[in-house]
């Protein structure tokens, strides 16, 4: 078996541990260890689970300082954190890439599993990673200002 299924097949076990473990309305992956795009997925997770008519997120990272942050949250959902290896987030996004296994997945990347070319945009005038953010990630309609719930 190549490297590469074993690594899904890894991601498939890690997706049924995770969701049996936390019942949740959305998985929120995070692929990449730092990027503006994790604060982004935590500044406006009430705007969006608003926006979907859900009531709860855990958000899987490896970054502590993403933990930390998510610790202090004080919002009006059900919105927890877990810790996991980044090696086998990736190994999750590798299953994922061979079949979307949930709807309720949400994963905070541009570029992983697929790329969908949206940080091409980066060099328009007024274009910023915020905009890629809301409209490619959570799929707003508009920018929604920080602490608005209705998008």
């Known amino acids: 078996m190549g490297k590469e299924l074993r690594e899904a097949v ?11 473990d936390y019942q949740v309305d ?4 995070m692929p ?3 990027s ?3 604060d982004y997925a935590i500044d406006y997770i009430d705007a969006y ?9 855990i958000f899987v ?3 502590q ?34 079949y979307p296994f949930s709807d309720k997945v949400v994963i905070i990347s541009l570029t992983i599993p697929y790329d969908t070319c949206g940080e091409n945009l980066l060099g328009i005038p007024g274009v910023t990673k915020r ?10 309609d508009c920018v929604p200002q920080l602490g608005e719930v209705t998008p």
Not at 12 to 18: A, E, F, V, Y
């Open 32 to 34: 990449h260890i730092t």
């Open 26 to 29: 959305r998985y929120i992956l």
């Open 131 to 140: 905009d890629l953010f809301c409209y490619d990630i959570y799929r707003f």
């Open 49 to 57: 689970l608003h926006k979907e008519g859900l009531h709860s997120a």
């Open 65 to 98: 300082a993403v933990l930390d942050r998510l610790s202090a949250y004080n919002g009006t959902y059900e919105v927890s954190a877990t810790y996991m290896a980044h090696g086998q987030i990736m190994d999750m996004m590798r299953f994922y890439a061979l």
């Open 61 to 63: 990272s490896s970054n």
């Open 10 to 20: 890894s991601g498939r076990r890690l997706w049924l541990r995770l969701s049996l």
């Open 36 to 38: 503006d795009y994790n």
